[in-house]
């Protein structure tokens, strides 16, 4: 059944100015940012082996990312320590080291790898979703129905935000490994604004069509018209 919107719509596409093809605005993935984020091992606590005899005293005081920091300035203090100068057991390097074992050293390497990757994917979809929102609202002058600017720069405004907050800390994580972190998840919000690139580019295709069926598509609007009247 044809209804008034619909033809008032139609009009405006092809009794006004003729309608002209239109560019899709693209479309985005987002895919393995989730895949980042969901990974276990943000939330778990990564310190050292517990099989050496300082591990105890490193895991009471809980300063398992600080002795890490120092282990630069351990192996440059020529027996002694780097904070007090006092004089260190023989064994305390070889201590740390064990300490620091292959698994926390793999772990650490993990989350620099994805830190890199979290910064890089997020900056080329900042880009790509920039660039789809300049092309939404440039084709508001043709026939087309865009949701609302307003709710638009909202959903853009949240997406960038969560993207600062979780840089912060994936950084705190690999600065700290021992800290246990939870993501805010980009899914919802993503998923807001793929549903509006999806909106604007079924509009872009109805147009397309009116495009390569045009004198069709008016004499079917002369028709409906008349149906309608």
Not at 76 to 94: A, I
Request: proline residues 4%.
């Amino acid at each position: 059944k044809v209804v008034l919107e619909e033809l008032e719509q139609r009009s405006k596409t092809i009794f006004g100015q003729p309608p002209q093809n239109i560019q899709f605005i693209g479309t985005i993935d987002y895919t393995p940012l989730l895949e980042i984020e969901s990974d276990p091992i943000f939330g778990k606590k990564i310190i050292g082996s517990g099989d050496v005899p300082i591990a105890a005293l490193i895991k009471k005081l809980e300063n398992n990312d600080w002795v890490h920091k120092g282990r630069a300035y351990l192996e440059n203090s020529d027996g002694l320590c780097p904070f007090c100068q006092q004089e260190l057991p023989k064994d305390m390097l070889e201590q740390i080291e064990s300490f620091f074992d292959h698994s926390y050293m793999l772990n650490k390497k993990t989350l620099d790898d994805y830190k890199t990757s979290y910064f890089i994917q997020t900056d080329l979809l900042i880009q790509r979703i920039d660039i789809i929102i300049e092309n939404i609202f440039s084709i508001k002058t043709h026939s087309i129905r865009i949701p609302d600017e307003e709710l638009i720069s909202s959903y853009h405004q949240t997406f960038v935000a969560i993207i600062k907050e979780n840089r912060e800390k994936i950084s705190n994580k690999c600065k700290e490994p021992s800290l246990s972190i939870a993501f805010t998840s980009l899914k919802d919000i993503l998923e807001k604004i793929l549903s509006i690139i999806i909106i604007v580019n079924k509009e872009i295709e109805e147009n397309n069509k009116i495009v390569s069926n045009y004198k069709e598509e008016w004499n079917r609007l002369i028709n409906d018209i008349w149906h309608f009247l």
